[in-house]
C-alpha cells in the first residue's frame, strides 16, 4: 500500500501527543498498550473506534466524510474519507478513540482528556 498523498491528513503519531501509543500490525493501525483504536483500511479510508454516540454525531455532522462501520450487528466504528477530511478533524477522532481505549493513567499524563 502506497502511503503518501492524501494520507498527509493523518498527523504524525509525536504531532497527536498521545502517551502510550503503538501504530504498528498488519494494517497499519494505532493501538494504545497493545489495543487497536484505529486502522489505516485503505490509502483512502481510515477506520477508528471512538465509540457510539461519537460515530453516529461523526456520521451525522460530516455525512460526506464519515460513515458509520458495523462489524456483525455491532456498530464498531467510522471510517473517515481521508481525501475528503482535514486534519484537524482525523486528530479529533483519533484523539477520542485513544481516550477510549487508553487506560485512565495514560488518559491522566495527557491532561486528564477522555
Do not use: Y
Not at 16 to 32: A, I, K, N, Q, T
Not at 53 to 61: D, K, N, S, T, Y
Not at 91 to 102: G, Q
Amino acid at each position: 500500500m502506497d502511503h503518501t498523498g492524501k494520507l498527509s491528513v493523518i498527523p504524525s503519531t509525536s504531532r497527536l501527543g498521545l502517551p502510550g501509543l503503538d501504530p504498528s500490525g498488519e494494517r497499519p493501525s494505532f493501538r494504545v498498550r497493545g489495543k487497536i483504536f484505529a486502522t489505516l483500511w485503505s490509502e483512502a479510508a481510515l477506520n477508528a473506534m471512538p465509540g457510539e454516540p461519537e460515530i453516529h454525531a461523526l456520521a451525522q455532522g460530516h455525512p460526506d466524510v464519515c460513515t458509520p462501520v458495523h462489524w456483525g450487528r455491532r456498530l464498531a466504528a467510522v471510517q473517515i474519507h481521508l481525501p475528503a477530511a482535514d486534519a484537524a478533524l482525523v486528530a479529533d477522532v483519533l484523539a477520542e478513540a485513544w481516550a477510549r481505549r487508553a487506560p485512565a493513567a495514560l488518559r491522566a499524563r495527557r491532561g486528564g482528556a477522555g
